[in-house]
């Protein structure tokens, strides 16, 4: 799960998807394109969001992406079209960019929508966007556990 800081959204996406997983062969992880947040606590308001939600998601620390994420993961999911951007700008070959997806496509098809950046907005935005992950993650889960 990746998208620029790695406070507010991946964490979500990370602890949503890790929640719904039933099998350890699968393994989720999360990282920003940035390097502005390595080492941190996700944001308090996508802590106090998971917490309403009964995740706990404060074992989590900011990281960057690295090139090594394309051989260590299968699927690579993003949140918006500049972190899609900047992941497939650091693929090094076609099956590194084949990895990389819009979140959202998962729920909403080829619609190419992006989980807007909440970082310099309220509370709500944290609600309205751990909704959107939690749909995405649903069906990701479903695939993932058959
Ligand atoms: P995120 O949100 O990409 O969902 O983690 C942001 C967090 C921090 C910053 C930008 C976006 N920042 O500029 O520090």
Redesign the pocket.
């Known amino acids: 799960m990746v998208?620029?800081?790695?406070?507010?959204?991946?964490p979500l996406a990370h602890g949503i998807l890790a929640s719904k997983l039933t099998s350890k062969e699968h393994q989720v992880d999360s990282a920003?394109t940035s390097n502005?947040?390595v080492g941190d606590l996700p944001d308090k308001r996508s802590i106090e969001v998971a917490r309403k939600n009964g995740l706990n998601i404060t074992n989590q620390r900011g990281r960057q992406f690295q090139i090594e994420d394309f051989d260590y993961f299968d699927l690579i999911y993003v949140?918006d079209e500049s972190n899609l951007q900047n992941i497939v700008k650091l693929a090094r070959n076609a099956e590194d960019i084949t990895k990389v997806k819009l979140i959202l496509n998962e729920s909403h098809p080829n619609k190419n929508l992006e989980v807007p950046?909440?970082?310099y907005r309220g509370n709500s935005g944290f609600d309205n966007v751990y909704k959107m992950l939690e749909e995405a993650c649903e069906i990701i889960a479903k695939k993932l556990n058959t």
């Open positions: 998208c620029l800081g790695n406070i507010c959204r991946s920003g502005y947040h949140m950046d909440p970082y």
